[in-house]
Every structure is written in C-alpha cells, then in structure tokens.
C-alpha cells in the first residue's frame, strides 16, 4: 500500500477532561498517514488520481478545532471518519495527536496518542 504523510501540522483547540483545557485551550500537533494505491497518480501526473493534501490538512483542522472532545484518543478517531469520507480510495489511517502541554506536573516533551484504522473499521 502507498502512503501519504502530512506531518507537523499545528491547531488549537479546546479538548480534555480538565475544566482549564475546555476554557483555556491548549495547542494539538497531528501527523496524519493514509494508505491507498497511488500508481496511477504516478502514471499519469494526474492530481484526480490521488488525495490533495490540502483536503487532508482541511478534515484535520475541521475536526481538531470544532466539537470539544474529552479524550485524545476520541480526537484521533474523529480525524480518522473524517479522513475516510473524504474518499473511497483511502484504505488506511494512522493519526498522532500530540498534545504539547498537557495539565499534569512533570518533566517530559509531549503525550500522545496514535491510532491505526482501515475503512473496514468504520463500515
């Protein structure tokens, strides 16, 4: 299966089960990989043959700035139904949401959470 990547990108929003992160809000990175079958794409140079990054990043941001959600794990799985209406051809779905500052006491870069689905998941 080929993949597309789209790393890095950076929101805000107002997820979590403390009451300070649903007011206060808090910055999510996500990468985002889909799985599908780009030969034809690289075939004929032909942008219809295959998913535009742009829409990814789009569904991506729609999600993780709308609808408060309590849990990371929640907003990744959002993203990924998201993700897969945005066409057929997307088979798979691996989404990292990575939450900067989280409210807990300690000394670390990040948490995190990454999930992997296939259509078949979400028929």
Same mark, same amino acid.
């Given at each position: 299966m080929d993949r597309i990547h789209v790393t890095g990108m950076r929101f /805000? +929003?107002? !997820? +979590?089960?403390f009451a300070e992160e649903t007011k206060l809000g808090q910055r999510f990175?996500? %990468?985002?990989?889909?799985g599908l079958a780009l030969a034809e794409a690289g075939r004929t140079d032909d942008l219809t043959k295959s998913v535009n990054y742009a829409e990814l990043y789009e569904a991506t941001k729609r999600v993780v700035e709308g609808? =408060? *959600? &309590?849990?990371?794990? $929640? *907003?990744a799985d959002r993203?990924?139904?998201?993700?897969?209406?945005?066409? #057929?051809?997307? &088979? #798979?779905a691996s989404i990292k949401v990575i939450k900067p500052d =989280? =409210?807990?006491? +300690? !000394? /670390? #870069? !990040?948490? $995190?959470? #990454?999930?992997?689905?296939?259509?078949? %998941?979400y028929a």
């Open positions: /805000y +929003g107002y !997820h +979590g089960v990175n996500v %990468d985002l990989s889909i609808e =408060p *959600l &309590q849990l990371v794990e $929640a *907003l993203i990924a139904k998201e993700v897969f209406a945005l066409d #057929e051809r997307i &088979q #798979e =989280p =409210p807990i006491a +300690g !000394h /670390y #870069e !990040h948490v $995190a959470v #990454e999930i992997n689905r296939l259509r078949e %998941d």
